[in-house]
């Protein structure tokens, strides 16, 4: 084969993006750390391989092992959430939910999502995505008193706007969310229903969340959140809905699917069916918990008043009303911990200032840390906010999560 010379400016920055997941912080609650088998299956020669189409119906030749892997790919996540079909082709989450869409409606169709600032996801109808300029979307959000879903209201919104579907799922929501009511309001005005587990198939996997498959005509989610695989999407469905979710992947919205993706989403399916999966997604909501519990101890307010899954959002208003989300992410980040600016309910400051910030154990688990870590994270996240504009402060609060990564070091390997 042909040899090129080593493209050394890549892999000095790939050596310094290790680095940095090496010996700072990460608490963004929607990124994790893949394990080796995972990334050695995503940095494969599968990567070469043309297959549109599915198995045993592809459109170009020489696919006999991609066939095997594919179907090993749905075959073992079918087993690990009960579905009857899986589509494991969509290249993200965002595409999963395109596709369903494109499968399940009609352009202009009205759907019922969670309202954006309250935790919905960009593809739950916002006017800058293409799933809000092709249906109409209507919202339900939480209840001003105790910041959970408002069950009561989204029936009643239902019942006016009889969507063809209802999507329950969140990017920032701190609670489980319960499939159940959403069927039975869905079954009562005549609705589709689709569960976006994006954030949450790790732990329903896990066996720590209700698992939504029984429930949802369609479930969509990502495979490198909680579930730590791969970046990629997933979509599970009712056999009789299986050949309309197919044909909307592929030819309706994708081309080729990414095999060594698949691969490498069949590795992280086979991870998370082992027994140490369980014990892992109980100790990160067990990690959240921990976290939310010692950040109330630091003077922080906490949406909802606390977490019962994998993150939790700090609302800053009462800490320091001058203090948005960006500002305070900012700061952080040059202190060694990474987590993202966020909106509450009924923020006043725009998506990209916020008031709030999402914080997220998935990472932080896989890595090894436990409640006593939790302890000292928020510490750390007390002290960087309490003296923002102090660089010696984030300095050495940027030594003190080095000194905590040292002990928990994800890829101690490829350093
Ligand atoms: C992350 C997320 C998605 C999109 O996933 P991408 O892979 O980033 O496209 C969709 N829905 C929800 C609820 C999410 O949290």
Redesign the pocket.
């Known amino acids: 084969m042909q040899q090129m010379p080593r493209d050394d400016e890549v892999f000095a920055i790939i050596g310094r993006e290790v680095e940095r997941q090496n010996t700072t912080i990460q608490l963004i609650a ?1 990124e994790n750390f893949a394990s080796r088998q995972v990334l050695e299956a995503t940095g494969s020669v599968l990567t070469n391989k043309y297959s549109e189409g599915y198995p045993g119906k592809r459109y170009y030749g020489g696919n006999q092992v991609i066939d095997e892997v594919e179907e090993l790919a749905r075959r073992r996540v079918c087993d690990l959430f009960g579905a009857e079909h899986a589509n494991v082709q969509p290249h ?6 395109m596709a369903a869409y494109f499968a399940l409606l009609e352009p202009g169709d009205t759907v019922l999502g969670m309202k954006l600032d309250q935790g ?5 109808g916002s006017p800058v995505n293409a799933s809000g300029k092709l249906y109409h979307f209507v919202s339900y959000g939480v209840t001003e008193s105790d910041e959970r879903i408002d069950f009561d209201a989204l029936h009643q919104v239902a019942s006016q706007e009889r969507p063809k579907l209802i999507v329950a ?3 920032a929501y701190p609670r489980i969310i319960d499939p159940e009511p959403f069927r039975s309001i869905a079954d009562d005005v005549g609705a589709l229903f689709l569960f ?1 587990a ?2 949450v198939a790790g732990l329903i996997a896990g066996g720590v969340h209700p698992n939504p498959v029984p429930f949802a005509d369609v479930v ?1 989610f ?1 495979t ?2 909680t579930l730590r695989g791969p ?3 997933c979509i599970l469905t009712r056999a009789d809905l299986a050949e309309a979710i197919d044909k909307a992947v592929f030819p309706g919205f994708q081309g080729g699917p990414l095999d060594h993706v698949i691969a490498a989403k069949a590795v992280a399916f086979h991870e998370a069916a082992q027994p140490e999966f369980a014990d892992y997604a109980a100790a990160i909501v067990r990690n959240a918990a921990a976290l939310a519990e010692a950040l109330v101890g630091e003077g922080f307010r906490l949406v909802s008043g606390g977490t019962d899954n994998h993150l939790m959002l700090v609302d800053l208003r009462t800490f320091d009303p001058e203090l948005s989300g960006k500002k305070a992410r900012l700061a952080l980040d040059r202190a060694g911990i990474s987590l993202n600016e966020n909106t509450v309910p009924d923020d006043p400051r725009p998506p990209y200032i916020a008031s709030g910030l999402r914080i997220g154990t998935p990472a932080v688990t896989t890595a090894g840390m436990g409640p006593a870590e939790m302890a000292t994270i928020a510490a750390l996240i007390g002290r960087v906010l309490r003296n923002r504009d102090d660089d010696a402060e984030l300095a050495a609060v940027r030594d003190d999560a080095a000194t905590l990564c040292s002990k928990f070091t994800p890829y101690p390997d490829l350093a």
């Open positions: 929607s993200s989450g965002a595409n999963a939910n919905g996801h960009l593809t739950h799922g969140a990017t976006d994006a954030h969509t990502t490198h959140k970046r990629g999407g």
